[in-house]
Every structure is written in C-alpha cells, then in structure tokens.
C-alpha cells in the first residue's frame, strides 16, 4: 500500500512538471467540469499531497484507512491552497490599470513647457506607474513647476493647474 501512495504522489509531481513544461494540459481537460480552483496545479498538488502524505502515514505504522484519510485531507487542503493561489495570479493586475477618470486630482510635474494656447507634457504617477500627458493650463507652465489635473480632456490629455504649496 505504501508504494501505490508513493506512485500517486508521484503522479502528482509527474503531471505538475508536464503541466509546468507543456502549458496547462490538464488545465483544458477540465474546462466543462467545474469551478477555476479545479486547475492542473490543483490537481496536481491534490495528488501529490494524498500520495506522499498517506505513505508518511503508513511509514508510521498506521492503518490504510486512516492513512487515505490523512492523505484526503492533506490532499484537499493542498488542492484548495493551490487552486485559489493560481486564480488569483490569473486574475490579478486590475487594480493597477491606469484609468482616464482616476488621474482627476492626482499631482504631477511639468516635464515639457505647457503655453497657454497649446499642449505640453506632465509626468504623472497613476496606479504605480509613471505616465506622461498631454497637458493643457489655464497659464503658461515652466518644466519643474508642480501641478494637480483638473480634467481629464481624453485619453491622452489632461488639464492641469498650478499645485499650491
């Protein structure tokens, strides 16, 4: 009974390293079933653990019955880590999407002479990133000169004013 567990954690390291080197094989195979916490990774580390945790259980001296068990759980808890691990990494980095409504009132620096009648450029940090803008005034900017955005004029475009100190 101890080398079946052996082989089933094995197995589960085996598919893991497929999976790690092929692409998410088993990932397609388990589209139609169910929910994305049922990925290759959480297959895998489910197998893992039930094989190698139940062969720890029986080197113990423990009966078969409570080492499928322990195996079970190790395996489930293990497959739950995983699976919710992996969802949330393939899901994550919305929140650092910089978005035209979010720069209003955001601080930034005149990096290229804003005229009154034209367009410069300002340096603005939005969501972690340092983004450059188009920028419009209501007067003449200097580089360097301090500035929050007012207005968001288009994707690319902002008004600005002189930040006060």
């Not at 139940?54 to 995983?82: C, F, Q």
């Not at 410069?120 to 969501?127: E, I, L, N, P, R």
């Not at 803008?133 to 007067?139: C, I, T």
């Amino acid at each position: 009974m101890q080398v079946t567990m052996l082989v089933i954690g094995g197995v589960g390291i085996l598919l893991l390293l497929v999976s790690l080197v092929v692409g998410d094989v088993v990932d397609g195979f388990l589209d139609g079933i169910g929910p994305d916490l049922l990925s290759g990774l959480a297959v895998s580390g489910f197998l893992a653990a039930f094989g190698f945790v139940g062969a720890l259980v029986l080197s113990g001296g423990a009966s078969a019955t409570v080492a499928i068990i322990a195996g079970l759980v190790a395996g489930v808890a293990v497959a739950l880590a995983a699976g919710y691990a992996s969802r949330r990494l393939m899901r994550g980095g919305d929140e650092s999407t910089v978005r035209s409504a979010g720069l209003v009132g955001l601080s930034g620096t005149v990096v290229e002479p804003v005229p009154e009648d034209g367009y410069g450029m300002v340096s603005v940090v939005a969501a972690g990133h340092i983004t450059r803008l188009n920028a419009r005034a209501d007067e003449p900017l200097g580089s360097g000169t301090a500035v929050v955005v007012t207005a968001v004029l288009s994707p690319t475009s902002v008004r600005v004013s002189r930040r006060e100190a």
